[in-house]
Nanobody
Framework: HVQLVESGGGLVQVGGSLRLSCVAS????????MGWHRQTPGNQRELIAA??????????AYDASVKGRFAISSDNAANTLYLQMNSLKAEDTAAYFC??????????????WGQGTQVTVSP
């Protein structure tokens, strides 16, 4: 099955920028959604940016906490999902995970996750 590998995390100061990448090990047939989630210790993983309805052209949505600062994009030829993060805040510190939703022949959707990449924003 497809494997996802994130990169691009690191330590950055408040107001700085980072670009996360998520590379799939192969072309993903049946791809229906791609998204970025983040998680802090003791809290649930939360969806912050997503491209949905890919088979219909794709719709992009953002959580209010990142809207206007983060941008999700994809390079289908490279099997890669990106998250451009600008104007970073201390509260953006978290582990970031990419997720691909894949629809099978029966119509069921299975989610594939990357291993996560840490983003730390220092004051």
């Amino acid at each position: 099955h497809v494997q996802l590998v994130e990169s691009g995390g690191g330590l950055v100061q408040v107001g700085g920028s980072l670009r996360l990448s998520c590379v799939a090990s192969e072309h993903v047939a049946g791809l229906t959604s791609m998204g970025w989630h983040r998680q802090t210790p003791g809290n649930q993983r939360e969806l912050i940016a997503a491209i949905t309805r890919i088979e219909e052209g794709g719709q992009i949505a953002y959580d209010a906490s990142v809207k206007g600062r983060f941008a999700i994009s994809s390079d289908n030829a490279a099997n890669t999902l990106y998250l451009q993060m600008n104007s970073l805040k201390a509260e953006d510190t978290a582990a970031y995970f990419c997720c691909f939703g894949v629809r099978d022949e029966r119509g069921s959707v299975e989610n594939y996750w990357g291993q996560g990449t840490q983003v730390t924003v220092s004051p």
